[in-house]
Structures are given as structure tokens and as C-alpha cells.
């Protein structure tokens, strides 16, 4: 039996008639029951005719600084026990096998020495299988769709199954399955064949000629799935930050050309790909307390034509001048990069030149290779970011999340979701309160929500369908989504025309403290929490019901007052028929208020909780 450091995520690892097996509970409910557990290794099957020896513990307890993360402070709290799996009907072959636990959660990972090298290691299969006492429902991610779920275990789903997954056990048990520090192997996925209530694992074959080490296998418990969200135990699994000066890191909101081309306002001028549109984007960013400008792709030619030269931007573009501009009003600016360009005109070569022209960031789309080759080259892209201060977003089906940001906290977010607006199609406010439970449990999401021109936005060169939503729940999803970059979709004219709504995005800060679900349920409804130093903001969000919810202010400091501002939907506002009416109002609370709020149907709400 090995234990959490509170004893109540506890697991137990035992051989019977030679077979590996492993158990785990939580709160004296079993999670994972007898289920077995190895690699094929060389074609040894190092789940049976096994042996275990040279078990030894350790504890670790302290907290970090996060740079770049949902919580700026983190516990770290685990027990780790390391057991030496033998096989003495394969000549005594060995691996070691760590099994770390913590108060939420447990995680393992296999490591494959040298004994194995002849000319090299080959990782075929992973032969774990987890099993459960009963049926149980889940979800899981899905490229830029909707989520998968929700589904009952005992449905055969015959494709392979993403992650993060997450699994709802109990009423009062939920289990989230995902994946830590993938800096080398291809991600596994999740096979449900057998009509039983079983999970296998489907990993890609590895050769390597060094010793193997994988990812860990993570696994975070909850009561709640708010729970899931909250925990850190991915970014603990990671190590400590490489960068030795993060000075340059910095979190922020962001305006972005790309979906607002062909945006007509009304003094005639009109958005398109060219340095006068940057300078009036910096302009509106300088004076509303918005860090960054991103300038996506074409900029410097069609994205995935080998012709276009990352070193030359397109007509009409002046790059060092938009740089320029943008430092003299304190703006700094992203720069897109398509993966065609960065290998054909070399990616370090590439991204030297954009520090040099004064870049702060990259957004890195359409990565391409084998999985195996995206890991390997997600982690160049940030390791040489990371030399030429430069933060990065990944777009495009990325790599998942999986709490490198605590090593390489330059990493700012992945598209590891269905942006709204992206790939040629508009999600849904299902889409909204499923996607934080899921996705999000795997770390910072680029969602580029903040729409305001909900009515009219598709009439754009970059917007192929009508938004379904309300102006007061786009405003809500910049505060329940995670991220280190908050892109901005819309243009400058639609936000201030609504400013007294758009006020509540201008008070964001350019990154929160903290992250609390106060409550919710997978594709239902969530609300959620940030403090902003002395401040608060929670965002809330329904699906297409119409919902009310008791927002509880006992987190809050005792004998503190703050004034509340609402920006919420009104009674006529519909994610479909009545998008962009809202209303603003404000009322004083403390830490024993209580108060109920209205969601119209796809609909939001957000307060900022102002310290008096």
C-alpha cells in the first residue's frame, strides 16, 4: 500500500502468479481496481512473469512561483515510491517503475535503462489496461470540435480516445486522464473495444538508442470536476523552470488582424492586412490596457506557400515600422509563423530575425510530422524561443498541454480547443461549459472568445459563419478560460461602442492570481473565479438553457466590503434571436453575501468585485 501525503489517494501495487497489477482508491472509493500494468519492451511483456524489488519512498513538500500559470503560487506535496520490476524469464531484465502521489491525484512513468541497448530500445505497446467496478460516463478532447460525450463506458466506442478524457465515476468521483512532460514520445490515447468497463492505452512504437524515459501518466481526482480544473498536479509532474531570466515573460491581452479584415467602421476605414490597420490596433491597445498586437498569417505572404519568405514582409506592410510604432506606445507585438517557413528558411534563423526586429512573441501554426517528430519539435520551437526572448502559442492541432509552461513558461497557450470562429465554423454554448472541464484540464487554451459584433461578423473576410452567443457571455469566457495570452477577436470600434461592457475586459488584469470553480457541471453550466491583487472577477456560463445560479462570496476575505459590478444578459437576450443586449448594475457584497444570477439561453455573466 502506498499513500498520499493526507492518506486518502492511496495505491496498491502487488504481483500474483507473476502478473504486475495495480489498484488505486480515493476516499475509500475505488477508482481503478485490480488492473494490470507494464510495457512490451523488446517484445518482453513486463506485466506477467514479473517480479518486484528494491522499493524505496521518498516525500517531497514545498511551492513555487509560477511565471506563467492559473494560480501564482503552487504547493507541491507529493509521496513517490520507485520499484524495480524484473523479469526472470527474460534473463532478469529490469525497469524501474514511479509511482508518485498526491492529495489530488497520482501519476506514473516507466524508465528503461541501458541493460536493454544492443543497437537500440523498442517500445511497442503499453499493456496496462484499467478496469472499473462499474459503468461510468465520459468525455474527451477532440481536435477543433465539440467534446466527445457524454458516452456510457459500456457503449464500445471503436476509435481511439483523446486526451485528456475525463471520467465521471459517482455522482461525487470524477477521474481525469491525461498525460505529463511529453517532451520526447508520441502522446497515448485511450481504446474502449472490450464490452466491459475497462480502458486500455494505444501508444505509438518507439525505437530509441538512449534509455527511455516516458511521460508520466497522470491522473487527477475530484469530487467535483471543478475539482480537475483547479489541481496543478500536471505542472508539478514537470520540472522546475530552465529560464534563468524571465523578465521578459509577461502575460497579457492581446488584438488580433486576423478576423477583422473587411470590419467597415463608420469614419470609412476599413481593416485589411497592412501597417496602417496595425497602427490603429496599437493605438486602441495603448490607450485600454491591452498588452499586445498579434499579426497572423499572409503577413508575410500565403502561409503555406514555399515561396513566402518569413524574412520580407508582404505590400503594404512595413514590419520594422509597425514594430517601432507599437515600442514608442508600450505595445509589443506577436508575429505568426507558419511551419512550412520555419523549415524551409530555418527555424532559429527565422526566429533571430524577429527579436531582432523587436517581436515579443510567436504564434507557431500547422506544425506537420508524425507525432513522435511534433513532440521533439514542439519542444525546439520553445527551448529556441526561449533564447531569443520570445514567448510562443501553438496553433493548428497542437501538442497537448500537459504543464510544460512550469519548465518553459514562455509557452503561453495552445489551440488545444475549438476556437471560436476557427477552422470555418461557430461552436455552441454546449461547446462553452463542456471544453473548460476537459480541455483546460490540460493547461492554457487559446480560445480567442471576446466577440462583440455578434450580429454582423460574418460579413468579414475572416469569418465564414454567424457566432451564435451573447456579448455578455463572450465577456464570461475570457474570465473561466486559462490563458496566458487573451486574444481579442473583434475590432476596436465594436468593443468601445459597447464600452460600458467592454469596461469589464479593459479592468482584466494581464494575468490573474489564482483560479477557483465555485460550481458546475459538464455541459451544463460553470462559474468561475480569478482574484486580480485585491480584486475578483468571476465569469459564468450556461448552455443553451436559460439558468440561474447562486453566486457564494464566502471566499472572499472576511470583513472586507466590495462593490459588485454585473454585466449580465438581460430578460429579452437569446444566444440566437437577441445576441448583444445586456445590462450593467452593481450592488455591494462581502464574504456572507449570496446572490442569484440570470443566464439567458447560450448565455453569461461576469462581475468585478471591486475591493472599497
Request: charged share 25%; with cysteine; proline share 4%.
Amino acid at each position: 500500500m502506498i499513500n498520499s501525503p493526507d492518506n486518502n489517494t492511496r495505491a496498491i501495487l502487488i504481483t500474483e502468479h507473476d502478473n504486475l497489477y495495480f489498484s488505486v482508491l480515493f476516499h475509500d472509493d475505488t477508482i481503478i481496481s485490480k488492473s494490470n500494468i507494464g510495457l512490451l519492451v523488446d517484445s518482453i511483456d513486463f506485466s506477467s512473469n514479473v517480479s518486484i524489488f528494491d522499493v524505496t519512498k521518498s516525500s517531497f513538500n514545498d511551492t513555487w512561483k509560477a511565471v506563467n500559470g492559473k494560480n501564482k503560487i503552487v504547493q507541491n506535496n507529493y509521496n513517490e515510491y520507485l520499484l524495480n520490476v524484473a523479469h526472470p524469464k527474460a534473463g532478469n531484465l529490469s525497469y524501474q517503475l514511479l509511482f508518485r502521489l498526491y492529495n489530488d491525484g497520482f501519476a506514473y512513468r516507466y524508465h528503461v535503462d541501458s541493460q536493454f541497448i544492443k543497437d537500440s530500445i523498442c517500445v511497442s505497446k503499453e499493456v496496462t489496461k484499467l478496469n472499473f467496478n462499474h459503468d461510468f460516463k465520459y468525455w474527451a478532447y477532440n481536435g477543433e470540435y465539440h467534446n466527445i460525450g457524454p458516452i456510457d463506458r459500456s457503449e464500445i466506442h471503436e476509435d481511439p480516445i483523446l486526451i485528456p478524457a475525463v471520467l465521471k465515476l459517482k455522482d461525487d468521483l470524477y477521474l481525469g486522464i491525461h498525460e505529463a512532460e511529453i517532451v520526447r514520445y508520441a502522446p497515448f490515447r485511450l481504446k474502449a473495444e472490450e464490452n466491459d468497463y475497462s480502458l486500455s492505452f494505444e501508444v505509438d512504437k518507439t525505437i530509441d538508442t538512449e534509455p527511455v524515459k516516458t511521460s508520466w501518466r497522470a491522473f487527477m481526482v475530484g469530487k467535483r470536476p471543478g475539482d480537475l480544473v483547479e489541481s496543478n498536479l500536471l505542472e508539478n509532474l514537470n520540472e522546475a523552470c530552465k529560464i534563468e531570466d524571465t523578465y521578459w515573460i509577461k502575460p497579457g491581452k492581446v488584438v488580433w488582424d486576423w478576423r477583422v479584415w473587411g470590419y467597415k467602421s463608420d469614419d470609412g476605414f476599413e481593416y485589411g492586412l497592412n501597417t496602417v490597420s496595425h497602427k490603429r490596433l496599437i493605438d486602441f491597445a495603448a490607450e485600454n490596457n491591452i498588452q499586445y498586437l498579434l499579426i497572423d498569417a499572409d503577413w508575410y505572404g500565403p502561409e503555406f506557400s514555399p515561396d513566402s519568405n518569413p524574412f520580407s514582409a508582404r505590400e503594404n506592410i512595413d514590419v520594422e515600422g509597425d514594430m517601432a510604432y507599437a515600442k514608442n506606445r508600450g505595445i509589443g507585438i506577436i508575429l505568426y509563423l507558419n511551419d512550412v517557413g520555419a523549415k524551409k528558411y530555418g527555424l532559429e534563423r527565422v526566429l533571430k530575425q524577429f527579436s531582432e526586429w523587436g517581436a515579443v512573441g510567436v504564434k507557431y501554426g500547422f506544425m506537420r510530422g508524425s507525432w513522435e517528430n511534433k513532440v521533439k519539435h514542439t519542444r525546439e520551437v520553445v527551448k529556441l524561443c526561449a533564447k531569443y526572448k520570445l514567448m510562443v502559442d501553438f496553433h493548428d492541432d497542437p501538442l497537448p498541454p500537459n504543464g510544460e509552461t512550469r519548465t518553459y513558461p514562455n509557452l503561453m497557450a495552445k489551440e488545444f480547443c475549438h476556437a471560436q470562429a476557427d477552422a470555418k465554423r461557430s461552436y455552441f454554448p454546449e461547446t462553452a461549459v463542456t471544453s473548460p472541464f476537459v480541455n483546460m484540464i490540460a493547461g492554457p487554451i487559446d480560445y480567442t472568445n471576446g466577440w462583440f459584433d455578434l450580429n454582423n461578423a460574418d460579413n468579414r473576410v475572416r469569418v465564414f459563419e454567424e457566432i451564435p452567443g451573447t456579448v455578455a457571455a463572450e465577456v464570461a469566457k475570457l474570465i473561466v478560460a486559462y490563458s496566458g495570452w487573451m486574444v481579442l477577436p473583434d475590432s476596436p470600434e465594436e468593443y468601445l461602442e459597447k464600452d460600458s461592457l467592454f469596461d469589464c475586459i479593459r479592468k482584466m488584469p494581464p494575468q490573474f492570481d489564482c483560479l477557483k470553480v465555485l460550481s458546475g457541471e459538464i455541459g451544463e453550466y460553470i462559474s468561475v473565479a480569478r482574484q486580480a491583487g485585491n480584486d475578483w472577477f468571476i465569469g459564468s456560463l450556461t448552455n443553451r438553457d436559460a439558468r440561474s445560479i447562486t453566486i457564494d462570496f464566502s471566499f472572499l476575505p472576511k470583513g472586507i466590503e466590495y462593490m459588485a459590478t454585473f454585466y449580465e444578459d438581460t430578460p429579452e437576450t437569446h444566444f440566437l434571436r437577441e445576441k448583444e443586449s445586456y445590462r450593467v448594475r452593481k450592488i455591494k457584497v462581502s464574504t456572507g453575501s449570496e446572490t442569484e444570477i440570470l443566464m439567458a439561453p447560450g448565455g453569461g455573466h461576469s462581475i468585478y468585485l471591486k475591493k472599497l
